[in-house]
């Protein structure tokens, strides 16, 4: 079922209605969807793209498991995601030129026009606006008292009463926000104590133990994060030679290459600030920066590195950016699986199998996803300790108390079942 703001009016709520009675039951809409409307069993919200702030995702991931049975949650995104929050969040914050010019143009036309892109105005620089960021500068010269009736009046741009640092601030706190939730994608701390904590309460935020990815081991494996000083070094080495060479010479760069094709890069005073790491690594290096907000790639056919706002003050100590040390990296997660295979005897092996198409039933019948009920790790745990007891039931990583509860009984009977066969 497709739900989007080209659909009329009608068509919408009748898609609304056959998600909300059961009838289709995957929904692929835009965020507006299901706004004010109660859905009790929405077992997963899965985002493409970034939101704009932890209390927007907070929302909008608020719409699964209503019903307080378990429900998962996943953002699926990558670097180039943060372009559209970030052209949002500009866009909405015009600076004092934009204003100027619009204001202007709207003298010109003599009155205030209805759609923006309708419009074909004069000014070459207005016309580059997009109807977001217009629209935005006429809210604000309407709010200003500056157009009425739809005519603009008259004066001098700096004499507009529109409060630019205001507006400034607000992008500011805007563009705070986004990084929180950047903040809060990439860390590797529990996923609700961070929601919680977020929405300050501080004394009230434990970690959830076995409901997120990070508490469940499930979250992709991090090495430890690195200390800020070769973070620094990097981001320094970016601002040194901004938008001039792309990642690949970088790399070359803050390894300290003797590559003849660096020319002049070579002389920066970061060169070769990261002697001893492997070039790959100081790419993987720059890609988490890139995808922590610090740095952007641009869009040519040889792509070059920037620094970004976010970028500069984590350079200067403002802010600490939290980027696993990509040296650190365990091995990749099949092998890790492997290894987990080869811990197991044949006994724990067999029992690793039975509980697996336990949860694969259990899973079916609740309309979960199998790692909603544990995940495989929790399941290696389960089948190497054979727990025979709640109490040891609750000491298998993964297996908090809501779990106990709702599964311990069929996992003990599994693990029983399984002891008495010789
Ligand atoms: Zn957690």
Redesign the pocket.
């Known amino acids: 079922m497709l739900y989007h703001a080209e659909l009329g009016a009608e068509e919408r709520s009748l898609a609304q209605e056959r998600f909300a009675s059961g009838e289709v039951r995957v929904a692929v809409t835009t965020s507006a969807f299901g706004m004010g409307v109660d859905i009790p069993t929405v077992r997963q919200v899965i985002h493409a793209g970034l939101p704009l702030s932890l209390e927007e995702y907070y929302q909008q991931a608020g719409r699964a498991g209503r019903d307080g049975l378990p429900a998962v949650c996943v953002v699926v995104h990558t670097g180039a995601d943060r372009r559209l929050p970030e052209f949002f969040i500009e866009t909405a914050h015009p600076d004092a030129a934009t204003v100027g010019a619009v204001h202007r143009s709207l003298v010109e036309e003599g009155y205030d026009p209805g759609a923006w892109s309708r419009v074909v105005h004069r000014d070459a620089f207005v016309r580059a606006l997009s109807d977001r960021a217009g629209d935005a500068a006429r809210e604000l010269l309407r709010d200003a008292g500056v157009i009425e009736g739809g005519v603009a009046t008259p004066m001098p741009a700096h004499l507009l009463p529109v409060d630019h640092g205001r507006v400034a601030a607000h992008r500011r706190a805007a563009t705070a926000r986004f990084g929180r939730l950047l903040d809060y994608l990439a860390g590797r701390r ?4 961070d929601v919680v904590e977020y929405f300050g309460e501080k004394a009230s935020a434990v ?6 990815d ?2 469940t081991g499930a979250a992709a494996p991090v090495g430890p994060a690195l200390d800020p000083t070769p973070v620094r070094q990097a981001l320094s080495a970016v601002a040194r030679l901004r938008g001039r060479v792309g990642v690949v010479k970088l790399a070359k760069v803050l390894v300290g290459s003797q590559s003849r094709e660096l020319g002049g890069a070579s002389g920066i005073p970061t060169f070769g600030a990261l002697r001893g790491w492997r070039e790959p690594d100081v790419v993987e290096l720059l890609r988490r920066l890139t995808d922590a907000g610090a740095l952007q790639v641009g869009n040519d056919r040889y792509p070059t590195v920037d620094i970004t706002p976010r970028g500069v003050e984590a350079m200067r100590g403002d802010v600490q950016l939290e980027i696993a040390d990509p040296r650190a990296e365990g091995p990749p997660r099949a092998a890790r699986a492997a290894a987990v295979d080869e811990e197991l005897d044949a006994e724990a092996q067999a029992l690793f199998g039975r509980l697996r198409r336990w949860r694969t039933e259990t899973a079916r019948e609740r309309n979960y996803s199998p790692f909603v009920v544990f995940p495989d790790r929790t399941l290696v745990e389960l089948a190497r300790r054979r727990p025979t007891t709640n109490d040891e039931l609750l000491a298998v990583p993964g297996v908090g108390k809501g779990k106990k509860d709702m599964y311990g009984e069929a996992v003990l009977a599994i693990i029983a079942a399984s002891l008495e066969t010789p």
């Not at 529990?190 to 104590?193: G, L, P, S, V």
């Not at 970690?207 to 997120?212: E, L, N």
Request: charge should be positive; aromatic fraction near 0%.
């Open positions: 529990c996923r609700h104590r970690d959830c133990g076995s409901g997120c990070v508490c």
